[in-house]
């Protein structure tokens, strides 16, 4: 293999699981170690440059980071480190941070912006051009910011005063908003003098279920998404005591938990498919359960049964779950006879679409498969080249952190595209990699790898949290177990960093390290060092970290995968040829936050 | 602070037939000086016991006084060990051996600890064939009193201050070659891959089996000028042959070259296959090996592998023929079998 250039900004950035894998590549174990040392301010602040929501995301994160950490890959029954909620402790404890934030100049810039939809997408790109004077203007049909954040994610588990906080730390950056406003037309919007659009407006179609009977029930039979955002709205507060919620997904984990706070006793949730293919994050799945709502699956509805004018119940059958060679998955019915459920009202979440009625097809924005706009991938730009497009509205319905991360690279474009630079520049990551070396035996940073498990987030009491839906289920962590919970990470940005040059051959790093990741042997191909390593390197998402040739014709051979960063193959090399060197990678943005 | 280990290890670490893992052969972390060569021959003990899927309860551990000495600690935490006065390790894993020959014995001492105050306990216990594996860390100076020359240094060795050995000095493999030992052989800490295969042929060797490696100390003798720096074992370092130990019912897998070839068989059934790199050397030959070893010498060479073993090895138990069963296990009527014994014993003595 050829040495591994770590001068390649992606190269140690790949290291910090978490970081690689967030959309928005928060720097989360720099903001777990602020949130050890107490400095909760800072914490939120570093998260409040990559992400603009951590007290919203702390709460309702999709979390791809978790699924990620090295802490639970190494051992088989550890848990990774719980990220998320660690970024609530940071903001349920944070200081004053507004001063800490950017303000709009008085003086603007003479370019004007409009972002179409109030969600995470519009709002995040709000925050990095108003503090370059661009005059924002931002539209949402509902009467405050926040978009799906507020519509459809329940205050039992996003309270309203939290994203209220959120949405005006960016609103108070002098954004112009016309809440209560939809857009009936891109042309109107395109006459008016902006330089550019940006279109945040989410996938706000609810998908439908046309089975037998589904006219006549329709009283009683709602779309997930309206359905959510009319409890939202206070539009309704009153559900049916037995309820069927059909799909798997996280709308419907939201819609059966809503239910059983506005009346409904008797709330099931059915599958069409098997448990394993639900979409639901396994730890919405577990709070559902924790409420009494059974989930049923390989059932597909049949029809919806209406008696006398009203809705009784619903028919399903039975399915199991078949693979071919490709896993490509099909449902093939079982001689059990048909299921009925009864029920008084039918929530269908089973999923959304996008829809852009009011973009005229005739303005050279080009739309593709499913509806959705042709763009370019890394600039969001649209075949019209003043109209960007972000969030769900963009590739189709993600979530919170995807829309923020498409919001920084749209508010590039934009920017380049106004100030006349061409659009496809990217903007290089600030990198920084400093030694951790402090003394014999002391680092910068903590660096024994607690044994600790994962800790639980202790909940609120269930006879309160079901009777009022704007009573929150979790509590977060209090100090000390967000003390606890943050000694769990590794510490992955602080990186492993060899010199050649000082490198003796002694096997120190070797035979101290834990993990068996060193290897010092001779060189070949890839496929045939990873098998005769210390240990066999079988992740194949992890970068060997391979040595030029060292003075016994062997390469050093470091296997990222499982490496604690504990530093010791420093701490037992006699010439600091291993050196722990703390990697500060981040996504620049249009303007300097912190 | 980072001088904790940390309990997690690689997670497709394996058992071995014993039922155990390699970790359970550890032990507590080094506090030698980082780079010392005797962390890698502990690491080296380590894999050796795994492999050999000794449970590491039926080990015993034993040492002398030095930074060699202190490395028991660091290693196979889950047996018994002890730490001797300076030089008299020998004389009590004599004792120890003589009451429970079930235990496999593994001694580690340092070129002071062996070639100084303790040559006459290493001499005697050379030619009584203790069945042991006595593992010597040669660094060519005493380590943990800052470096002083010792009595396997080389003559113009120049220690890290300049000074100059003047002393000629003891090779302690021609030493065990001359008193008896009956699997001699020698090695570096920075080759696990000739020192792991020969402790474990070692171990499985009934009788003496005597062990040089060659340890550099890093803090005091790894300096330009000393002859047992890293750099200069490297350039100097010559092997006797390719080294393979097959223990017992395993599949004999390495095939050398036709007519290098030589296997031999121990005791228990287990085999050392070697592919020489010298025709004129018979590894079973205590003279072609001590003359292999002058010659080496002459040279300019470090000879390293395994120089001399003796397959028809006796060992002390069999030559005092003392009782199979450990002392510890002797019941009061093995050990007090009544007055008509008594009687018969004094008969044979009329
Ligand atoms: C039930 C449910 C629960 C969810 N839970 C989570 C979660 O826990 N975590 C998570 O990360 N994600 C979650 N999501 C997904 C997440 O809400 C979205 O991915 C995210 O909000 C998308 O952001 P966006 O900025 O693209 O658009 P949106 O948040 O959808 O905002 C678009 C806004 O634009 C408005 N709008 C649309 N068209 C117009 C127009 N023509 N004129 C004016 N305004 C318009 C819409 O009303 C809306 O307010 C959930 C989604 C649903 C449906
Ligand atoms: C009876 C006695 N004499 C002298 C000493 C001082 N002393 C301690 S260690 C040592 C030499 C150790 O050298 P070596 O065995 O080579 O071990 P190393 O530290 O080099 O590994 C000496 C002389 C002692 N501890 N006890
Ligand atoms: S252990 Fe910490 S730094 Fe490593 S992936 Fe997990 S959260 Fe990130
Ligand atoms: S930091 Fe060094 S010693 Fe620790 S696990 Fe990683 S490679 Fe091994
Ligand atoms: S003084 Fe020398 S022998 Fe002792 S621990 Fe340090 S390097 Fe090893
Ligand atoms: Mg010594």
Redesign the pocket.
Known sequence: MKPTNVQDPEYFHKVIDCQYACPAHTPVPEYIRLIANKKYTEAYMVNWESNVFPGILGRTCDRPCEPACRRGRIEKEEEPVAICRLKRVAADNKGEVKSLMPNAPLNKNGKKVALIGGGPASLTVARDLAPEGYEIHLFDEWHKGGGMMRTQIPSFRLPERVLDEEVNYVTDMGIHTHYNHFVESMKEILDEDYDAVFVGTGAPNGRDLKLPGREEADANVHIGINFLASVAFEHRDKIGRKVIILGGGNTAMDCCRTSRRLGGKEVTVVVRSPFKDMKASPWEIDDAKAEDIPIFNNMPPKSFVVENGKLKGMWFGHVRAEYDKNGKRSLIPTDDPDTFIEADDVIIAIGQDNAFPWIERDLGIEFGKWDLPILNKTTFQSTLPNVFFGGDAAFGPENIITAAAHGHQAAISIHHFCQGVDVNTRLDPTTNLVKQKMGIHEWMYDSPVVEDDRFAVPHEDKVITLSDRKVEVELGFDEITGFREAQRCLNCDVQTVFSLDQCIECDACVDVCPTSCITFTSNGAEEDLRERLSAPANNLDQDLYVSDTLPTKRVMIKDEDVCLHCGLCAERCPTAAWDMQKYLYGVTKVSKIL | MSFIKPIFRHPTQTKNKAGFYKSDYEGRIST??AG?G?DSINASIVAACYEMNIEPHKVVKLSGIG?SSKAPAYYLNNSHGFNTVHGRMPSVATGANMANRELTYLGVSGDGDSASIGIGQFIHVNRRNLNMVYIMMN?GCY??TKGQDSATADIGSLSKSGSRNEFSPIDMVSMALESGATFIARSFSGDKKQLVPLIKAAMSHPGFAFIDVISP????NNNKGSTKAYDFIREHIEVTSEFDFVPIREEISVEYEEGTQKSVTLHDGSQIQLSKLYSDWDPSDRNSAMEKLQQSKANGDILTGLLYIDPGSQDLHSTLNTSTLPLNQLTEEDLCPGSATLEKINTEYR
């Open positions: 030698l000086c010392c005797h930074c660094n380590g943990l100390c890093v803090t005091f």
